[in-house]
């Protein structure tokens, strides 16, 4: 199988030919101010992850074709996002070319996806020419996938993929019910539309824009669009069993009002904060009708988890699909993220947008 990755016998660094120190463009953040574009080289690049999540030798040299702008991407490209150690390089996915690897089953010129692990908020990202990682943090590009492809799916496809495996795990069909889709037009929203659709479900889409956006989330695959003022009062501990599944990128007081509106064995698969961290419910829906509240962290998911979800769903977002969320016209540099991400922490932009760091 494309995937199938054998048990590292040896760590015998492999460099390509020729390589010397580089200089690349890279967008830092310095402090509580918006990062800029600036020049390195690859003695800047770390050679040790202190990242607690996965700490360890970075064996693998990438350089950088496409990376993403991802919500955590807009906190540290503005200088907000908490508890930052700068200098950082922002960019929590990354898709490139390997120049060195000192792994068995990555070789030089293999094009590779790397998607969390620290990268972006505790590890240099993808915002840079080049990119210094651990190698047991990439997967090769699937096969029939482009790398523009894969980096319009990047963090936020790929958590959309971890969720609605979450439901399907649970037992949740399209003969279940009607799903809903919170934040349908970020990208997490965005994507598990895309997917959902395809999957035969009846999906209703919940945005603060509902009435400006239903014919993007449409487009998508959604056959309702509701406002999100509907989820947004004072929940109650039941209420009527209208939906068989949910992917929320929402949080807060719209996941409050969404479990009390779940069909008994109900999934609500939870990924985000967008409306807010706390979660005010009662028991009732879990204890009543056996509602699983299903928690989606996709940074620190193993690598075969990562290839199953890339496995069932990447077919279905083809070129086509994938250019409703992300076209030619959300394609940008690194000099462009600093106020497109001031826009996205405002909630003034839609889709997923790429970066090509040939810009």
């Not at 702008?69 to 540290?76: E, G, P, Q, R």
């Not at 094009?111 to 990439?138: C, K, Q």
């Not at 003969?175 to 895309?194: H, M, R």
């Not at 409050?256 to 419910?281: F, R």
Request: proline share 5%; charged share 20%; net charge positive.
């Amino acid at each position: 199988h494309f995937y199938k990755r054998k048990q590292n016998k040896q760590n015998t660094m492999r460099i390509s030919a020729g390589l010397c120190s580089s200089n690349f463009q890279a967008l830092i953040t310095r402090g509580k101010t918006p990062a800029s574009v600036e020049t390195l080289t690859r003695a800047d690049l770390p050679l040790v992850s202190t990242y607690k999540g996965a700490p360890g030798s970075c064996d693998m040299l990438v350089q950088v074709e496409y990376s993403t702008l991802n919500y955590k991407d807009a906190l540290v490209v503005t200088g907000k996002y908490p508890g930052l150690k700068p200098p950082m390089i922002g960019g929590i996915d990354l898709v490139g070319k390997v120049l060195e690897t000192g792994s068995s089953t990555l070789a030089v010129g293999d094009t590779v996806v790397v998607n969390g692990w620290g990268i972006g908020t505790d590890h240099y990202g993808g915002y840079a020419g080049e990119a210094r990682l651990r190698s047991d943090w990439a997967i090769k590009l699937p096969q029939g996938m482009t790398g523009k492809d894969a980096a319009k799916i990047g963090t936020a496809g790929y958590t959309a993929m971890l969720c609605a495996q979450a439901m399907e795990h649970s037992g949740v069909t399209p003969a279940s019910g009607p799903v809903l889709v919170t934040g349908a037009t970020g990208g997490v929203g965005s994507v598990s539309i895309l997917i959902l659709s395809q999957l035969g479900y009846h999906v209703v889409a919940v945005s603060g824009k509902a009435e400006a956006e239903a014919d993007y989330l449409k487009s998508l695959g959604a056959a309702e669009v509701l406002d999100r003022a509907k989820f947004e009062g004072e929940p109650k501990p039941l209420g009527r069993e209208s939906y068989s599944g949910c992917i929320d990128s929402c949080g807060g007081k719209v996941l409050a009002n969404i479990l009390p509106l779940m069909k008994h064995s109900g999934v609500v698969a939870a990924c985000g904060l967008a409306a807010g961290m706390p979660l005010g419910t009662t028991v009732a829906p879990f204890i009543l009708r056996g509602v699983t509240l299903a928690g989606v962290e996709s940074a620190l998911i193993p690598l075969e988890r990562r290839i199953t979800a890339y496995s069932r769903f990447g077919p279905l977002l083809t070129t086509d699909r994938l250019d409703l969320v992300s076209g030619d016209e959300r394609t940008v540099g690194l000099s462009d993220l600093p106020n497109l991400g001031a826009k996205m922490l405002k909630g003034d932009i839609r889709g997923r947008y790429v970066v090509d760091l040939n810009i």
